[in-house]
């Protein structure tokens, strides 16, 4: 059963560095991880994908282990306005199907 | 703009009386999906269409309904709501089902 799993909540520091990982036992060998923001009282939004190794935008990095069964978001130097919950998509129903699962959301709180 | 839209946005009702709740997207993508959110559960899939008339089951589908017969409109119907649909719903879109997903802005629902 495919299943992704990530911590509920974490807290952290202004200036730090926050790392959330994700796991999904079930990826497919064609299946991209992809990471989303949600602010309160709007829709989730993209912040990164990748598919092995290491990925870095503007805003975060992803390392994916060659197993691909897990996947971690690294938020460098963090800021209040990065408090927000964050969604890993790693995965899909059983099968060749179009079902996406999401992991359950991890709530990120920075503190002054 | 490129967006997803969902109306209403906010809807109280009562036990057993049928809505609908719209969803558009103007970004000519073939993939659309419904989710409801909830605290500690996260995102789960209601429903998702990967084109015209090709719609199935996300992992709760019971008690809504979709249709597909636009390619930027895929309506969630609840024929007969109750309370333990009381949620917060996301419609999303994408170029394809492991393509970056475009959510619209929520619509809160309260059934009495």
């Known amino acids: 059963l495919a299943k992704t799993t990530q911590p509920i909540s974490m807290d952290s520091y202004e200036g730090q560095e926050v790392n959330i990982t994700c796991s999904h036992n079930?990826?497919?060998?064609?299946?991209?991880i992809t990471w989303y923001q949600q602010f309160p009282s709007q829709g989730p939004r993209f912040i990164i994908q990748?598919?092995?190794t290491k990925v870095t935008n503007e805003v975060a990095s992803l390392f994916i282990p060659a197993d691909r069964k897990s996947s971690t978001l690294s938020l460098p130097r963090v800021s209040l306005s990065d408090t927000a919950v964050y969604y890993c998509?790693?995965?899909?129903?059983?099968?060749?199907?179009?079902?996406?699962?999401f992991g359950q959301g991890t709530t990120l709180q920075v503190k002054p | 703009e490129a967006q997803v839209t969902q109306n209403p946005r906010y809807l109280i009702t009562v036990t057993g009386k049928k809505l609908t709740v719209t969803c558009s997207q103007n970004?000519?993508?073939?993939?659309m999906s419904w989710y409801r959110q909830d605290p500690g559960l996260g995102l789960r899939q209601i429903y998702y269409?990967?084109?015209?008339?090709?719609?199935d089951k996300g992992d709760v589908p019971e008690g809504y309904k979709v249709s597909r017969k636009e390619k930027r409109n895929f309506p969630l119907i609840l024929e007969s709501p109750s309370p333990n649909q009381t949620s917060l719903y996301f419609c999303?879109?994408?170029?394809?089902?492991?393509?970056?997903?475009?959510f619209g802005p929520g619509t809160r629902l309260l059934v009495l």
């Open positions: 999303a879109s994408s170029k394809s089902h492991s393509n970056t997903q475009y």
């Open positions: 079930n990826i497919a060998t064609n299946d991209y």
């Open positions: 990748g598919y092995k």
């Open positions: 998509l790693g995965g899909r129903g059983s099968g060749n199907t179009g079902k996406l699962i």
């Open positions: 970004m000519n993508h073939e993939y």
């Open positions: 269409s990967m084109n015209v008339e090709v719609t």
